[in-house]
Structures are given as structure tokens and as C-alpha cells.
């Protein structure tokens, strides 16, 4: 059935009413109106994603409203803001009820968690693309910023990289994935049973990091203040800490033998895959932080306090540019990480 | 030449460098940090547009730019707002220096107009779509909103109504447009010639209308405090003018024989054509505004200061739905406007 833009604004986008923090006006004017707390600034952020490049054709409208989201919300954890109002701009080749429903379920779940109010937004006719402008807060002077590495800083990562790239692999119906592991691992028939388990176990893992992606709002919100600089990991880590060290004035080293990589990750995929999709597969959506060796022990508690892995990868120093190295010794890496005109 | 993604936004959407007000943190970082002149409220606004459904596939780069800023100028200039700062998602098939380079002089010419910084935004491939997310700020409880008309209020427009929809037939290359009138025009050779010249310069100036909007930004800011409500006329006003009467919880009585036409309309479109794109045709991005008589002359005062026209339409009184007629006797109007799933 097909409906017109105003019913699928009153329909779909309208949140369960409850009181949000500072909206003054929402949804159904031609702006939202909305307050901020005393003595914060705003934050804001933008991203797109499009269908066939950002997610799967075949994805869950589920799953695209969460991940639409989700993309969003890093960005403002990455500045150790707290999220507060989102605008929608969906452009949908059709009006579907039950895919709109799927959608906006999956928005309004992870929305809910993190106490995000849909305050307005745009909806036309095209081909399937969701932009998102989440706005949130900071204290004023305390947002994290890529900018404020210092050189001997530590460079940490949360989480596990890589595994949202092998997770697209595996909802891409990549079977070559597990299969060139499983014959590894399963040298007997009764071995080979306890293998398919594990590896149906990873790559239902590896897929919902990849759908299902979890900012680190909470982490980033408490880390000001300890770290002294961070970014959020979206175009892989070989792409994403130049710009940081570029920001901050410094080069860095990292250890890539380092990168932390899931046991689902290593279960499936051959080191150097493995590797590879950790220096550069993107979609990752972790933190990384620069933080004083004397601040290290603080965030490592705080991230153990959030059940979130931290691990030390390498360190800023005087100078530019980026150098890998694997056990030690130098590793080329290319430079890019994933860029979607590339 | 196909460039990457941060070539890209290092080397177009940088704009010539200033001091933006408020803001602390522009395009660079995970997000944009914005600082709110105090006693304000924030004031949001998101619109796209996409290529073939807003404007038409062969719309020059520059106007797309122009365009993609003055639809959301139009819903700030609605809420009585002074416009700050824009985030832009631009997905385009292919990063092309020459399309760049002209959309970005289109964007740039309107927002330096207007004071609009653009601090952030995300690039991907995909379909030409532009997402443009703008805020801007309002001293607190002042804001112009839909819901404040009052029985007895008189609906006004600014300037006219028709244009862009009859300048959208122009640019497609509507010939039948000018030569029905054109005919009914020139009974004789030498008045041919004049009205060839009248419906080359009236074409023109419709065109113009249609690519080249002027959000009502001094006008709908200066109309705080006069003006009861307000939104702008985007998608006609037979489908606009509804909702600010349900906003208001009123009905609104309105003379289509009062709608204002330009003299261009008038001389390109038989006067049924230009009546019902004047009504419905949408993209036109004046204001609407319920004032009380009393200060209706206040608010005649402020339009001919910013040398624009406002013409009474008609009147909200107690109620529901808007009756339209015609020379005083009742006229059918479909109640929807322009819709982009419909």
C-alpha cells in the first residue's frame, strides 16, 4: 500500500510520547525548537548511508534503521558528547508500510538506549538513502577532539577491529570464508562437528557487528578528560589515525601484530585476511584514543567498568606520517582507508 | 578526474576562511562543536533534494547548490530564525571537479548572503542526492510557529504564488506554455514582436523563480512579534495552508481570486493554469502568515521595507478545514499539495 509523505511522517517518525530532554518543538513545524543545558556546547554530525554501498540490498529494514543510527551516535561518543536530537532525511523509492515499520523499529531501539528524540526531518521520493544530523552536547571546553594527541601519548583502541568488514563477507553469503578454516581445523569427523558449531557461532557474530554496529557512547562520554584525543574507527584504522596524528601535529607507530581481532574473527578468517580487514575494512565503528602514559591505568578502568576491551597499539611522537610495523619490523600499509569514491 | 572522499572535502566544501560566528570546531573532527548566542534556543531544520524529482536531471550544478541551501534558508526564515550553520550529505555517481566546483559557488553565493557556515557533512557515492541539514538560533519563547494563528487573523503571502511550478514547465522546455498565450496576444504582426520579447524575459524570469528561490529570512525575522504564525510555502498552498489551520486548531477561509500572480505568470498561463500552480504547484518558498488586523498594517510596513509584496488571502475563525472560493462562491480544491509519494 502506498502512502503519502504526510501519513508516513505521522505514522512512522512520530516517537512513543515522552517528555525529551530540550525539545521545546518537534516533529510537525517547519524546525524543530530545542534547548541546550547551560554551559554546553552543541555538537553535530552527519552521515549518509546508501543502499548497495553502506549496507546490503538485501538487508533488514530493522537493521538499517539501527545501523542509520548507530553510524551517527559514534561520532558524537568519538567527541565524548552526550546524544540528544536527531533529523531524518529517508528517501525511499516506495512508501511500504512493513518496511517502514522494520526501520523505524530498529531506529527507535537504539534511540531509546541512548535517549535520542527524532525532532524532525524529510521524507521524498529516490533511491534508498537514509541521512542522518544527530545533534547532542558537551560541557563547554571538554569535547574530545582529534586534534589533542601529544607526543609519548599512548594510542588505544576499544573493542575488536575488523570484524564488521568480515561480517559484510558473511551476509554477503561468503561460505570460502569458514570453509578455508574449517578444512584447517578439522583434521577428524568428530572435530569437524565441534568446528561447524564455532564457525556457525562466528559468523552469526561477525554479521551482527557488521548490522548491529554498538557506539561507544558511554566510554566516550566518560573518557574526557583522561584521553586526550580521539576519533571514532569507520574507514579502518589505517585510514582513520593519519588524520588523528595529522590533527594532533605528530606522527605515530603502531605495532600491527597489536590490533586486537575477535576470537569469531580469528575462528573464521587467515591471519593476514584477518589483518588486513583490522588495518582496513572499515565499518567498525570503535574508538581510538591518544592518552598520556600516566592516564593509561585511569582508562583502562573506565573501560573495564564500560565490559569493554582497551588495547595499546602504538604512540604518537614528534614528526608526521604514519609507521606500521609487524612484530617489529616495518610494514607497508597503504596509506587510504575505505573511502567511498575510491 | 574522479577524486577521493577527503580530497574531496578538503578541497570544495572549505569555505574561504572567516571567523564563523559560534562556531568553536567546523568541518575536520567526528562532529562540529557550535556555541548559541545566550537566551536562544536552537533552531533545526533538514531538507534533501534529489536529482529527477526536485530538480530536473540537467539542472546546472550551481543551482542544485543554491537550491539545496535556500529550501532549508525558507524553513528557518518560517520559524523567525537567523540561520548559522549546515551540515551537507552529498551523495553524487561520480566526484567531478567541474560539477563540484559549480555547486559549491551555488551553495557559497547564498550562504555567505545569509551568514551560514558550513561545518560538517559526509560524502558518498551513490544517486545525486543532497541532504542539507541548517540551524540557527532564536531569542528563547519568540520563535514564529505554525499552532499560534488566533480566530479573526488575516492569512497573508509574501511576494507570489505559481511561479516556480510554471518555471519548472520552462526549464522542461514547455513551449505549448507561451504560444497558448502568445496566440490570444498577437493579433497582428507588430504586436508579435513585442509579446515575443515579454514571453522570452517572462520565461526567464520563471525559470529563475523556479531555480533560484529567495528564502524570506529579513522578512520572516523581523515578523516576530507582529505575525501570530508562520510557515513557508513549499508544497503549494492548498496543501500547506491546512496544516497551519490544524496547527492553530481553526478553520481558514481563503479567496483564490486574491492569490497573488506575478506579471510573468500572467503573461505566460492561461488564468485557470496559473490559479491552480499558484494553489498547488508547489517549490515557491514564500511565507504564510496569520497576523491580527491590528497589526496587519505594522506587518504591511515591514514587507514593503524589505520590498516584498504581502497580500491578504483570506482569514482564520473558529473551526476546522479551509473553505476556499472564488469571486466569493465556494471553488472545489483538492486538499493535498504538491507530495513527493503521491
Not at 38 to 67: C, M, Q
Not at 171 to 188: H, I, K, M, Q, V
Not at 329 to 335: E, G, T
Request: charged share 20%.
Amino acid at each position: 500500500m502506498a502512502l503519502g509523505e504526510f501519513d508516513l511522517i505521522e505514522r512512522f517518525f512520530r516517537q512513543p510520547s515522552r517528555a525529551g530532554a530540550g525539545v521545546t518543538l518537534g516533529i510537525g513545524d517547519d524546525a524543530a525548537l530545542l534547548e541546550l543545558p547551560p554551559g554546553t556546547e552543541l555538537v553535530a554530525a552527519l552521515d549518509i548511508i546508501v543502499a548497495g554501498h553502506h549496507f546490503l540490498d538485501d538487508a533488514s529494514a530493522h537493521s538499517i534503521g539501527y545501523r542509520a543510527l548507530a553510524v551517527n551516535l559514534s561520532d558524537i561518543a568519538a567527541m565524548g558528547a552526550s546524544p540528544a536530537w536527531a533529523l531524518m532525511g529517508l528517501t525511499l523509492p516506495q512508501a511500504e508500510e512493513r518496511w517502514l515499520e522494520g526501520f523505524m523499529a530498529g531506529w527507535f531501539e537504539l534511540a531509546a538506549r541512548h535517549g535520542v528524540e527524532l525532532v524532525g526531518g524529510d521524507t521524498t521520493r529516490g533511491p534508498l538513502t537514509v541521512s542522518v544530523q544527530l545533534s547532542g552536547w558537551v560541557e563547554r571546553g571538554t569535547a574530545l577532539r582529534r586534534g589533542g594527541g601529544r607526543p609519548g601519548d599512548v594510542l588505544v583502541v576499544t573493542g575488536t577491529l575488523g570484524d564488521a568488514a568480515a561480517g559484510l563477507e558473511v551476509a554477503r553469503g561468503a561460505d570460502e570464508l569458514s570453509l578455508a578454516t574449517f578444512n584447517a581445523l578439522s583434521p577428524s569427523a568428530a572435530a569437524s562437528i565441534a568446528a561447524a558449531d564455532a564457525i556457525a557461532a562466528a559468523r552469526a557474530e561477525l554479521r551482527r557487528r557488521f548490522e548491529y554496529p554498538e557506539p561507544r557512547v558511554a566510554f566516550g562520554r566518560r573518557a574526557r578528560g583522561i584521553a586526550s584525543a580521539a576519533m571514532d574507527i569507520s574507514d579502518g584504522i589505517a585510514g582513520d589515525l593519519p588524520k588523528l596524528a595529522a590533527a594532533s601535529g605528530l606522527a605515530a607507530q603502531v605495532e600491527v601484530a597489536r590490533l586486537p581481532l575477535s576470537a569469531a574473527l580469528r575462528v573464521l578468517a587467515p591471519a593476514d585476511r584477518a589483518r588486513h580487514w583490522a588495518l582496513s575494512g572499515g565499518d567498525d565503528y570503535e574508538l581510538l584514543l591518544a592518552v598520556s602514559p600516566a592516564r593509561l591505568p585511569a582508562l583502562q578502568d573506565l573501560a573495564g567498568a564500560c565490559g569493554l576491551p582497551l588495547t595499546p597499539i602504538g604512540e604518537l611522537c614528534p614528526g608526521a606520517g604514519v609507521t606500521w610495523s609487524m612484530d617489529g619490523a616495518p610494514m607497508p600499509v597503504q596509506p587510504g582507508g575505505h573511502d567511498h569514491f575510491r
